[in-house]
């Protein structure tokens, strides 16, 4: 297994089962972290989904460095 680490602080693990997976910014009821997959045959999917979720953690840091005094 293999991590990769974004540098807005996403890791996506490359498995030895054909899939990519990282958090999805979720938070399931028992309080574990929800993980997209999607498998090493559609990287452009792949690129899509992390970009998107890029996008929701600089959205987030955004919120949060303006909602400081």
Do not use: F, K
């Not at 890791?11 to 993980?35: A, E, K, L, S």
Request: hydrophobic share 45%.
């Amino acid at each position: 297994m293999a991590v990769l680490v974004l540098e807005n602080g996403i890791n996506v693990w490359v498995d030895d089962m054909g899939v990519y997976r990282w958090w999805n910014g979720q938070i399931d009821t028992t309080g574990r972290h929800v993980y997209a997959v999607c498998p090493w045959a559609v990287p452009d999917t792949v690129a899509r989904q992390i970009w998107s979720r890029t996008g929701q953690q600089s959205h987030r840091a955004s919120a949060a460095a303006g909602a400081l005094p």
